[in-house]
């Protein structure tokens, strides 16, 4: 830092003071800190607002792709099971889940009766 007076008795030049880091007056720094943060402030919040636009964006991508997946499987069931592919779908389980019912009230050995005589057959094949 440089003191007020040089050695020849001259003041110093305020350039010379400003390019040594030294601000010209006490408050000047204050006010570049306040306007620095300031503009550090409004650029987070435009960072902010193109971030939640971009989400915004990703949602109604991520809703429509949904949505046109949800479609085609629909359409791909009526297709393989026709008109009522629900109604049949239910039939099925519904089916499933008595046959299920039935082979667990069939005792072990008469399930197993038929199982000897063909691996005999598959055997000689």
Not at 103 to 117: H, Q, S, Y
Request: include cysteine.
């Amino acid at each position: 830092m440089q003191s007020s007076i040089n050695r020849d008795g001259r003041l110093p030049d305020p350039d010379e003071l400003i390019a040594e880091g030294e601000p010209p007056f006490a408050d000047a720094a204050v006010v570049s800190t306040r306007e620095k943060v300031d503009e550090d402030l409004s650029d987070l919040q435009q960072e902010l607002r193109l971030l939640k636009a971009r989400i915004g964006m990703l949602r109604e991508d991520a809703e429509a792709a949904l949505k046109a997946k949800a479609t085609s499987v629909d359409a791909n069931a009526h297709l393989q099971l026709g008109s009522y592919p629900w109604a049949k779908l239910a039939a099925a389980i519904c089916a499933t889940f008595i046959a299920t019912r039935l082979v667990r009230n069939v005792p072990l050995g008469v399930m197993l009766a038929g199982f000897p005589g063909y691996h005999s057959e598959a055997r000689w094949r």
